[in-house]
């Protein structure tokens, strides 16, 4: 996230006065959105409509097996739609506005497992998990709707994990940029071990934000909920984006005194 620094003179009466003009980048940050499973995009345009008002340029995306390729629904798979996020941060990077260092990734159950996993393969900034859903590495290819017929998949997000037990753990803990971790109070369907499993993991970040939205189910079907996550995420995105923001100025101002004293 790059600023820059120009030195300007102003003309005043008989006199020249000097200026610093610091300006935000031309390549504005961008965030990307993955719904769970059964969700769709619409699930989040009312965050990117927020996340857009700070400034960021925002992607929401269906991915397949949803929505117009519902008719997935029974056969698609977690390397799909793993594919189907790739494709859409790719798509994302190379907008002409967007800066490639900038990019923040906002993944809810399922979409956070697929957010996780993607850090090993793109560079994500920023990165947000609500209620991140966990699976068995075994039967990587199997249909994702199979998965949940596994019986011991209740009691396998019960357990206590290190972070080389799992392929999601094992991105969370080689994962190097900042992360928020938002739990549900009642959530049945990613327990709270799983969290703590994800929180464990990600040990290598540069800053780790947990929250727990009280009340909320894992569907956060109810408004306060829903509001409550919403308002934590846009102010952790503005935090942090103002934040590289910042840096970045510090850096320049840094270098142009570094200039001056050589």
Not at 73 to 88: M, S, T
Not at 115 to 139: F, H, K, N
Not at 151 to 171: E, G, P, S
Request: charged letters at 25%.
């Amino acid at each position: 996230m790059d600023v820059s620094l120009e030195t300007i003179e102003l003309a005043v009466e008989q006199e020249r006065i000097s200026g610093t003009v610091l300006s935000p980048p031309s390549q504005l940050p961008a965030v990307l959105f993955v719904h769970g499973w059964g969700g769709s995009q619409e699930h989040d345009l009312v965050r990117a409509r927020e996340a857009a008002g700070i400034g960021c340029v925002c992607l929401t995306f269906d991915l397949r097996g949803h929505e117009r390729t519902a008719r997935h629904w029974e056969k698609v798979n977690r390397p799909q739609n793993l594919a189907d996020l790739l494709a859409a941060y790719d798509w994302l990077a190379a907008r002409p506005n967007v800066d490639p260092d900038a990019i923040a990734v906002v993944g809810i159950s399922y979409g956070g497992y697929l957010a996780a996993l993607m850090t090993a393969q793109r560079p994500v900034r920023w990165l947000a998990l609500r209620s991140p859903a966990i699976y068995r590495d075994e039967g990587w290819e199997r249909p994702k709707l199979q998965l949940h017929i596994d019986t011991d998949l209740v009691a396998y997000r019960q357990r206590r994990m290190d972070w080389q037990d799992n392929a999601v753990l094992r991105a969370c803990a080689e994962y190097r940029g900042h992360a928020l971790l938002v739990a549900a109070e009642h959530d049945t369907v990613v327990p709270h071990p799983v969290i703590d499993n994800y929180a464990n993991a990600l040990h290598n970040t540069r800053s780790l934000t947990r929250r727990v939205i009280e009340g909320a189910d894992h569907a956060f079907s109810q408004k306060p909920a829903q509001k409550a996550y919403q308002t934590i995420l846009v102010k952790w995105l503005a935090e942090m984006i103002m934040g590289a923001r910042e840096e970045a100025a510090m850096t320049k101002l840094r270098e142009r005194k570094v200039e001056e004293a050589e």
